[in-house]
């Protein structure tokens, strides 16, 4: 393995995370972030190089670049931050993953697919629990019904959000419920709702603006694609919300005063909930003819599953696997790809009647 790799956003929940674990497998990432102060924290005790830069400084950001085989960026919200570091990317000639989970991001990365081929870099979105598991299992479940036209994904076991996730959750409110429709993303007038058993007992689901929507596409080509997170109180208040609220909530002074009530929460979950958590993927293909394919995966917690599959594409990126241009994770290594860690077990689930 040669090369050195960035980790930007090492001050927030996952970037600290994906700092401490490059620590334990014997990684050397140059941290970096906008606070001075903060990023000095994390990186001293880790004994980790690390450069102060914020992104809107155009010049000292490809400065910091100069030397880097890869960026790993995990600043959110990523509406906002992606942009100026995938430029600062291309300019420099350096491969970018990121842990977004952003639909609006995920198609801004597949339009610079021309631009990043031309440079030589791999510009691969979503290398953390959005969308390396369920990208695999949409691969997984395309490969063995080739004819697929539908494809639906679920995700259950999410209890606890870092205040990023929670920040980009608030930022969709405004934009409904989108899903593919005939290769196109779509907003849906309706939130679609069913019922999915993600290994005990079927669960109420609601159809949510997940990055799959995005990347799945990419990966497999089905026109039609949904995806669904298993129901919670949270996320069926707001769904239910009336479009006035809707509106109401994406003006930018409601946005701010949410914003700053995320502020006040936990940073994330804490070691115990994350070493205790797990969570479940539920991927279906169906063709016009109404033959369907279905199978489970059973990860670890989100945010470790992140550090864990971000480091190892850093680490096979560091290894010459990248291919140039725009990439998904299961496009480059394959659906099998998540098998590979430590806690993910996948399930053929026998045909069954939705």
Known sequence: MTGQFLIYGATGYTGKLMARMAKKQGLHPVLSGRNAKTLKAVAEPLGFEYKVVDLAEKTLLDRTLTDMTCVLHAAGPFSTTARPMLEACIRAGVHYLDITGEIDVFEACAARDRDAQKRGIMVMPGVGFDVVPSDCMAAYVRERLPDATQLTLAIGGLNSTSRGTAKTAIEWIGRGTRARRNSKIVSLEDTPMREIDFGDGPKRSIAVSWGDVSTAYYTTGIPDITVF????????????????????????????????FIDLQPEGPTDAERQSGSACIYAEAENDRGDRISALLSTPEGYTLTCMTGLEIVRRVLDGQAISGFQTPANVFG????????????????????
């Open 229 to 260: 997170f298993e129901a919670s109180p949270k996320i069926e208040s707001l769904t239910n919300l009336s479009g006035f609220m809707k509106w109401l909530l994406a003006l930018e002074p409601a946005q701010a005063l949410l914003k700053t």
């Open 335 to 354: 659906p099998d790809f998540i098998l590979g860690f430590e806690g993910c077990t996948r399930t053929d689930i026998p045909s069954q009647s939705l």
